[in-house]
C-alpha cells in the first residue's frame, strides 16, 4: 500500500521517524510520501525522500502558511496600492507602503525561486499541498481567501513549469476550488493533473473533481461516525460515487488518526485501516483495494518500481 500525504517531515516524528517508517514496512506500506506545507517542511521532506528509498516528497505552501512570509510587509502592503489609485500626494508614509510593497514582490519571487528549487529535486512527485481553506479562515481569520488563491494559483503554474501534478487541500473551498482549476485547464498536466487529499465536501465538488480528470484520497477520518462539522455528506458516500481507479490511501499523519486509535498519534502504517474501510464501502476484498490504489498512486505520481 501506498499513504499518499503524511508529515513525518513534522516535529511531531523528530525522534523516531525511522521507527515510524519500519513499521509501516513490516506492515506492507512500501510507499510513504512526505508532504510540505511550508519551505522549511518541503525541505525536510526532501532530505528524507532523499534517504530513504521509498520515501517521496510532495513540496508547497500550504493556505494557512499563505500569510506568513512576512505579514507586517503584506499588511502594510495592501494600503499605498489602494491610495495611490486615487490623487493623493506622495506622502513619507504612502513612500514607505510603496517600498514594502516591493519588498514583498520581491519576498514573493524568492520564495516561488527556493520552491522551484526543490519541485526539480529527483524524488519530488507533485506541488502541494496547495489549495483553499475557508473553515479556518472563518474561525480563526488567518489567511484572506485572495491571499489564498493568490498562492494558489501561482503554485499551478509551478507545477506547470516543472511538469508535476498537484495535491490539493480543500477545506469548505470545493467550489472556488473548481472554478480556478477550470480556469487553468491548460496549466494541468492532461494525463493526471493531480488528486484532491482528504476529500470532503458535496457530490457536485466530488464530480467536478473527478471530471476535470483528479484523483481522491481518503484518510482515518472516514472511520469516525456521524458528519464533520458543516460538512453535508458522508466519506462513505463520497467513496461510494469514486470509482476504484481514482481511489488513493493516505493518513495525513500526525492527523486524523483512524479508530481503534484516535487520540492517539497518526501514523503510516494505519493506511492499511484505510484501506479496509475503502474495502467494505467499495465491497471489494482489501486485497483488490491494496492493488488498484498502489497502481493509481504510481500511475499519478509517476513512481517506477
Ligand atoms: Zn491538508
Ligand atoms: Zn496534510
Given amino acids: 500500500m501506498i499513504d499518499v500525504h503524511c508529515h513525518l517531515n513534522f516535529h511531531a516524528y523528530a525522534k523516531d521517524y525511522d521507527d515510524c517508517i519500519k513499521r509501516a514496512k513490516e506492515k ?8 510540505g506545507t511550508k519551505i522549511d517542511s518541503s525541505e525536510k521532506a526532501v532530505e528524507l525522500a532523499n534517504t530513504y528509498d521509498n520515501l517521496y516528497a510532495i513540496v508547497g505552501v500550504h493556505p494557512h502558511h499563505a500569510d506568513k512570509l512576512d505579514e507586517v510587509i503584506l499588511e502594510g502592503a495592501k494600503r499605498p496600492i489602494e491610495s495611490q489609485k ?27 525561486k527556493k520552491l522551484e528549487q526543490l519541485a526539480k529535486q529527483p524524488k519530488v512527485v507533485a506541488i502541494g499541498e496547495i489549495g483553499l481553506d475557508y473553515y479556518r479562515y472563518q474561525s480563526n481569520g488567518i489567511v484572506d481567501p485572495d491571499t489564498q488563491k493568490e498562492f494558489f494559483e501561482a503554485q499551478i503554474e509551478l507545477a ?4 508535476l501534478p498537484i495535491q490539493i487541500h480543500n477545506r469548505h473551498a470545493g467550489k472556488d476550488i473548481i472554478e480556478i482549476l477550470k480556469h487553468h485547464k491548460n496549466l494541468l498536466k492532461t494525463d493526471f493533473p493531480g488528486m484532491f487529499h482528504c476529500f470532503a ?16 484520497g481518503f484518510d482515518g477520518n472516514s472511520t469516525y461516525p456521524g458528519l464533520a462539522p458543516l460538512e453535508t455528506t458522508s466519506l462513505t458516500e463520497l467513496a461510494k460515487h469514486t470509482p476504484l481507479d481514482r481511489l488513493l490511501t493516505e493518513t495525513d499523519s500526525p492527523f486524523l488518526t483512524p479508530i481503534p486509535h484516535r487520540g492517539t498519534r497518526n501514523e503510516p502504517s494505519y493506511v492499511i485501516i484505510v484501506g479496509e474501510f475503502l474495502a ?5 476484498s482489501f486485497e483488490k483495494i491494496d492493488t488498484i490504489t498502489t497502481e493509481n498512486a504510481k500511475k499519478l505520481f509517476n513512481i517506477k518500481d
Avoid: C
Fill in 28 to 35: 506492507g506500506v512500501e510507499t510513504i510520501i512526505n508532504v
Fill in 86 to 112: 486615487g490623487d493623493y500626494p506622495i506622502t513619507p508614509e504612502s513612500t514607505r507602503f510603496a517600498e514594502a510593497a516591493r519588498t514583498l514582490q520581491d519576498d514573493k519571487k524568492d520564495w516561488l
Fill in 160 to 163: 506547470h513549469r516543472v511538469n
Fill in 201 to 216: 465536501g458535496s457530490m457536485e465538488v466530488l464530480q467536478d473533481a473527478l471530471d476535470l480528470g483528479f484523483m481522491i
Fill in 280 to 284: 467494505k464501502v467499495k465491497n471489494v
